[in-house]
């Protein structure tokens, strides 16, 4: 698992990450307490978020003024609101002189205090452009137009209601009914949908009341106010008056013009305006507040997308630490897997939840509860797969055992959230929806089949190594023998030259002599010859050859050579190389004893060593030169060792205290 390190350590990041930014000590609604903290600020903590930007946005007078326009022109999570076109036709009918120069001098005001809002007026002018309306798709747009028209209340209107009112105006359904002495003198009708107004007043009306509803009448045209609650000193201004945006409902005769509202028009109607207000909402409110605000569709996108990078990042960490790891209990490798998707599955869920929804809440306590709920699931899940897994009939049969564990696998995912809805007696109308299907039933099919696709793989490419493996063995096998061959091809010749040179010495001195040598070089050779084809000998046979060449040698010597040889008990049937002893022999007479004046003797022994045989050959003639040794006949024994045993053999030499040459092989071959 030291391998596996990094990856582990990078999960647990994520998910401690992820654990710490979505839970809390003290878990607060920022939503719910930013609406309590405007209303009522004693009801929240002091050192709450929502406490601490609205104590931002009131020490900011800029800030409070465009509060004053998110609270009226927008609806949280939709990017729309309403406005004209920057060039706007203000027609009317039936309109006095009084009313005609009301609606001039709003019109002068309003081009005045909006620069980039420019009003024509057209007085009188009977024009059927009312059939637009107002909602489009980047806004809503009123098209350019206002139009205004004047009735008589007497012809119109009853000036009775069974309903006393006090003086002033009360609004309803889009309209503002004007009172006085308990008695209606006026109407006002705000039609949206085709951007006109219908103003239905009694003609002996107060002149400054006619025109204070005729320019607060054509000031609220100019845009939709949204019913989004109360906000901070925004109804009311000095006096009691209400401001002209600060609500939806309409109040003629009692709204002033105040400097929220003109900051509201001028914004509105700005080139960037709907980049300045973003930039407002991301300065002053935590990101995912803005966004959930500004776009609502948007910032579930947003989610969804930091999810699934999330999800893919953890997928890849995870397949890198627990694909193909062996661990030291085998039900680790379901169990562990478990862990990580109940663990991650969790925290990425209340991740969407705390990306998305602003009065999203947890406790690091419910945190930690569900952490240990994750590891019983997984502990369960993954002991249950594991010995599904172990049945016969899934283990036999390849094809079927792979789709039965997909089938588990999947099943073994679903059943503990069978097993809650079960005991708590749920619906499951409320669990099986479109939104549980995405974000569970896909993902663990998805798992599931992967899964399969990584059985499949590794059963695919575990044959293929096996199938190369054994191609690889026979040609391991064949180069083996032919370098085997190959060796015994040069060590031959070599030794038969040696002897045909002996025995042409002795043919003219010794025919007895002669006719031995010849016959002990027959045996040998019998030996050699009859074996070629096999790569190894025991070392009782080995040494037999040996002996067969010193019996050589030893006529050609005569007294000047003397040998000894000894095998220790029980090892003559341990097989060996051929041919790792008689080079050596030979170079002990060769390079030793035939130097020597003096009689010769050369001492040859088979030990066991533990699980290793050491075979020493000791001569006392003239010592090895310093550095390595070198030749044909002691390559020829590297190669050999090395053919046979790898690393695992080794070939020593020393001169004091007895000239020797040693090799240590193990008892076992490689196979």
């Not at 939503?31 to 903590?45: E, F, V």
């Not at 694909?323 to 998707?341: A, D, G, V, W």
Request: proline share 3%; with cysteine; charged share 20%.
């Amino acid at each position: 698992m030291k391998k596996a390190l990094p990856q582990i350590v990078l999960l647990l990041l994520i998910y401690f990450g992820i654990f710490f930014t979505v839970g809390d000590w003290n878990p607060n609604m920022l939503k719910a307490q930013l609406t309590m903290g405007w209303n009522s600020p004693d009801q929240i903590p002091e050192n709450s978020q929502a406490a601490k930007i609205i104590r931002d946005i009131r020490s900011d007078s800029t800030k409070m003024k465009w509060e004053y326009i998110k609270s009226r022109l927008f609806i949280e999570g939709n990017p729309k609101f309403s406005k004209l076109e920057d060039t706007v036709d203000v027609h009317c009918d039936n309109a006095t002189l009084e009313d005609s120069l009301a609606i001039s001098n709003t019109i002068i005001e309003i081009n005045d205090v909006v620069p980039d809002l420019y009003l024509r007026y057209e007085q009188n002018k009977e024009d059927d452009k009312t059939k637009s309306k107002r909602f489009g798709s980047a806004y809503t747009f009123s098209p350019n137009f206002i139009n205004l028209s004047f009735f008589d209340f007497n012809k119109f209107e009853s000036k009775t209601s069974d309903v006393k009112y006090p003086n002033g105006s009360i609004s309803l359904d889009g309209k503002s009914f004007m009172y006085h002495n308990n008695s209606r003198i006026g109407t006002i009708d705000f039609n949206l949908i085709n951007n006109h107004i219908y103003f239905y007043l009694e003609e002996e009306l107060n002149k400054n009341l006619r025109t204070k509803c005729v320019r607060y009448a054509i000031f609220r045209s100019l845009c939709a106010v949204q019913q989004n609650g109360i906000y901070p000193n925004g109804y009311y201004n000095q006096g009691g008056a209400y401001s002209f945006y600060s609500s939806a409902s309409y109040f003629p005769d009692n709204s002033v013009l105040t400097n929220n509202d003109i900051f509201l028009i001028k914004r509105l109607y700005s080139e960037d305006f709907r980049e300045d207000f973003a930039d407002y909402m991301y300065d002053t409110y935590p990101w995912r507040y803005a966004i959930n605000f500004l776009n609502e569709d948007k910032a579930k996108v947003t989610a969804i997308l930091i999810i699934c990078l999330l999800a893919i990042g953890i997928l890849i960490l995870a397949f890198f630490t627990f694909y193909k790891r062996n661990f030291k209990y085998p039900i680790l490798s379901y169990i562990l897997p478990f862990l990580t998707f109940w663990m991650f599955y969790v925290v990425l869920n209340w991740f969407y939840g705390y990306l998305t929804d602003m009065n999203f809440s947890h406790g690091y306590g419910t945190n930690l509860m569900f952490l240990l709920f994750s590891i019983g699931v997984s502990a369960i899940s993954g002991t249950v797969l594991y010995y599904l897994e172990k049945l016969s009939f899934v283990r036999n049969n390849f094809t079927l055992g792979l789709l039965l564990k997909i089938l588990f696998t999947c099943l073994v995912f679903i059943a503990p959230l069978m097993f809650i809805v079960l005991s708590k007696n749920e619906d499951w109308d409320k669990l099986l929806t479109p939104e549980f299907f995405i974000s569970f039933i896909i993902p663990v099919v998805i798992l599931s089949l992967g899964r399969g696709v990584l059985i499949y793989l590794n059963h695919y490419s575990e044959n293929l190594v096996k199938e190369k493996d054994l191609e690889l063995s026979a040609l391991r096998e064949a180069n083996t023998n032919s370098q085997l061959r190959l060796l015994q091809a040069q060590i031959n010749p070599h030794f038969l030259y040696n002897s045909l040179n002996s025995i042409a010495g002795l043919a003219h001195k010794d025919a007895d002599k002669t006719e031995q040598m010849a016959l002990s070089l027959s045996d040998l050779f019998r030996y050699t010859v009859g074996q070629k084809n096999q790569n190894t000998s025991t070392v009782s046979e080995e040494m037999e050859m040996v002996k067969r060449y010193l019996e050589i040698e030893k006529i050609r010597f005569g007294d000047r050579l003397d040998y000894e040889i000894f095998i220790e008990k029980n090892l003559e049937a341990i097989e060996i190389p051929r041919f790792i002893l008689q080079p050596l022999v030979e170079n002990s007479i060769k390079h030793g004893v035939s130097k020597l004046e003096e009689q010769g003797n050369i001492r040859i022994t088979a030990q066991s060593n533990n699980d290793k045989l050491t075979f020493v050959i000791e001569d006392n003639g003239s010592d090895f030169p310093e550095g390595l040794l070198s030749g044909h006949g002691l390559q020829s024994i590297y190669d050999l060792l090395k053919l046979h045993y790898d690393d695992a053999a080794s070939l020593n030499w020393k001169n004091s205290p007895v000239k020797q040459i040693e090799i240590k092989v193990p008892k076992k071959m490689k196979q």
